[in-house]
């Protein structure tokens, strides 16, 4: 073949190879197959990160459980040992038993772990009986779950009756009259004034202070952390201030004598069967013939006092189920006696739920000889009722007349307060209504009773050789922490 024509050939294949689709399949199928793998490997990367961030929520999630179950430990632990926490900073775990000990090095409670699950906790609190910063105890804990660690800060303040232990805006002027910067009227759920309820003293609540009509409060006023004074009526003196705080009462039990069953005072206001049966038998001060009536029956436990009937009492402590006060009969505690009435559960009683275990109504009274102010003697009748953790209880104040000293102290009880009537003293309860042209007050001086104070942390011995008292802690505020812990360890909390 001759050069021109080799030529003609070789352009004319070039021209179909142009116009031609053969041979781009394999390059197509290459460049689609990569795309492909691209994009499928992206959603398996974006997928293995979502796993993984699932993954360390579900931990972190495990995480913060744990630490709140630590906290939740160190609070239950803090308030079934207080008795020990008087004599002793610190509760640890020594072979898994739960001991006291001191301080660490850097002024915290040794760490005490646990589990929950497959998360662990480690918790650290700040010694009883010292401040830690605005609080009076503070609880840290730790959450572990896998690689994930979260902390949370419980802080506390200790219960006591002896102020209002919130915080909040002071008045300018000083407060006046007595007895209204130290609460004397406490109902641990809610406080409901109306009509011409006039209280002299501080009041304090872990919820609502509900007040209406003409309503006067010449003290403090605690209501809980983010609860409030619903005011359709009421007013407060000048002077005083308003706080937030909460306030766990002390349970009757924690001081009650453990032997009240059997070792009590019953015996000198029963009438005797015999010759000194009971022992001390007919003891106790009655306006009428023992012979004709009893005030007291040794069997249901019930005092009961009517018409003109009057009882002096001058035992220890008496162990009653119910109290009953009808028309002009009074009830009183002997100068130089220290009278205490515990009051057992209503279950324990046999009574029905909704029993009323303490009755006043008409002219009736109590009242106390050796209480005189001026001679600054302030010994008042205590009167402490167990209550019912299912069952409702009352307590039901009402007098047309006199004045009234006493200390009501009722934690699982609901109080009712009417009448005319003054009280002089203590009214504490679960929720407290008062009402009517009832007033509460308390003389300069009053003192409670070293079973409703906190413990100093003293020396100072019990009958049986143990701490008197025990601390018990309210809480206060939760939050997390942020960061690592260092020192203290409630750094960045």
């Given at each position: 073949m001759n050069a021109p024509m080799l030529h003609v050939r070789l352009r004319r294949q070039i021209r179909l190879l142009a116009r031609s689709e053969r041979g781009m399949a394999l390059p197509v199928a290459l460049f689609a197959m990569t795309a492909s793998v691209a994009l499928g490997s992206?959603?398996?990367?974006?997928t293995v990160d979502v796993q993984s961030g699932a993954k360390r929520d579900t931990a972190s999630k495990r995480a913060i459980a744990a630490a709140e179950s630590g906290a939740n430990v160190a609070t239950i632990r803090t308030a079934r040992h207080g008795a020990q926490l008087v004599s002793s900073p610190c509760l640890s775990e020594s072979g898994g038993v739960l001991v006291t000990t001191g301080v660490e090095a850097d002024g915290w409670c040794p760490e005490v772990?646990?589990?929950?699950?497959?998360?662990?906790?480690?918790?650290?609190?700040?010694?009883?009986?010292?401040?830690?910063?605005e609080f009076d105890l503070c609880v840290v804990s730790t959450g572990t779950a896998g690689e994930v660690s979260r902390r949370v800060e419980m802080t506390f303040n200790e219960s006591g009756l002896s102020g209002t232990g919130g915080e909040g805006s002071e008045e300018e002027e000083e407060g006046e009259g007595s007895g209204g910067t130290s609460e004397g009227l406490i109902g641990e759920e809610e406080i409901e004034l109306?009509?011409?309820a006039d209280v002299r003293v501080g009041v304090g609540t872990n919820g609502n202070l509900v007040t209406s009509g003409n309503a006067s409060i010449c003290g403090d006023i605690r209501v809980g952390i983010g609860k409030e004074w619903i005011d359709s009526g009421g007013s407060q003196c000048n002077g005083y201030e308003q706080t937030e705080g909460n306030l766990k009462l002390p349970p009757v039990s924690s001081f009650m004598p453990s032997d009240i069953a059997t070792n009590n005072s019953n015996g000198r206001i029963t009438m005797c069967d015999g010759p000194e049966e009971p022992v001390d038998c007919q003891k106790d001060g009655y306006s009428r013939k023992w012979t004709?009536?009893?005030p007291f029956d040794p069997t249901t436990r019930e005092v009961n006092l009517n018409g003109n009937e009057t009882l002096t009492v001058g035992g220890g402590d008496y162990w009653l189920c119910s109290l009953k006060l009808n028309g002009n009969s009074e009830l009183i505690m002997a100068e130089g006696s220290t009278v205490?009435?515990?009051?057992d559960s209503p279950e324990n009683c046999g009574q029905s739920p909704g029993a009323t275990q303490i009755s006043m109504n008409g002219?009736?009274?109590?009242?106390?000889?050796?209480?005189?102010p001026s001679l600054e003697s302030f010994d008042v009748p205590g009167f402490?009722?167990?209550g019912s953790t299912s069952w409702e209880t009352t307590a039901y104040l009402s007098g047309n007349q006199g004045t009234n000293e006493l200390i009501l102290y009722a934690p699982r009880t609901n109080i009712g307060v009417s009448g005319n009537a003054t009280f002089k003293g203590l009214i504490a309860g679960k929720r407290v209504t008062m009402s009517g042209n009832s007033t509460l007050e308390s003389d300069a001086g009053f003192e409670l009773p070293?079973?409703?104070e906190p413990p100093s942390g003293s020396e100072e011995e019990g009958s049986e050789g143990e701490p008197s008292g025990q601390r018990l802690y309210t809480a206060q505020t939760f939050v997390e922490c942020t960061g690592v812990a260092t020192t203290p360890p409630n750094a960045s909390c």
């Open positions: 992206a959603a398996v990367v974006a772990t646990g589990s929950v699950g497959d998360a662990t906790y480690a918790y650290r609190t700040s010694p009883a009986g010292e401040q830690c910063g109306s009509g011409n004709d009536t009893s205490r009435f515990f009051f002219n009736n009274k109590i009242s106390a000889t050796g209480y005189q402490y009722l167990l070293p079973e409703l």
